[in-house]
């Protein structure tokens, strides 16, 4: 038992988990608004898709108005497929908390000049564990960097581009 450990009461344990609780509520809560978001922009991405698709937007030849479309789709898969997947990810946080045992300190990493492991810290990696291992789907999107949404945001704009130009070629 660490110098720490000896310290906390266990009232001192419960706001720990308690302070976690509310900050994974409050990610769950943003997360839900960006998804409420989303639902709006779909209905407008629906009716741009409409205004580019049938009007002569701009005097855009066909192509271009596909590719435009394309790019408009694939930009808003990629954004709702982060939103969603990162809302799962805090909810399965929010879920965890509730029951983990925290990690010891040797079992978190961390930089031993920046860094000071703390009761909260090593009870928040022990909800990360959690959900990392119980739920890896979800898991994988808190630590998906931004390049990689990019690249597939690019190869999704491609594969859009490529089926919508081929089926105007073929009609």
Sequence with gaps: MKMEELMLTP?????????????????????????????????GLVEATSLVANVDFFSLSQELAVVLVALMWS????????????????????????????????????????????????????CFEYVREKHRLSAIFHTLRISTLALFGFYLFVVFAVISLVLIHLS
């Design 11 to 43: 009232q001192d344990k419960q706001d720990a988990r308690i302070a976690l609780l509310k900050y994974y509520s409050s990610e769950c809560m943003t997360h839900g608004a960006y998804s409420i978001a989303l639902a709006v922009g779909f209905f």
């Design 75 to 126: 930009f808003f898969i990629v954004f709702f497929i982060r939103i969603l997947g990162r809302t799962i990810y805090w909810g399965h946080l929010t879920t965890a908390i509730l029951n983990v045992k925290p990690k010891e300190e040797s079992e978190v990493e961390f930089e031993a000049e920046r860094t000071t492991v703390t009761f909260i810290q090593r009870l928040h990696m022990a």
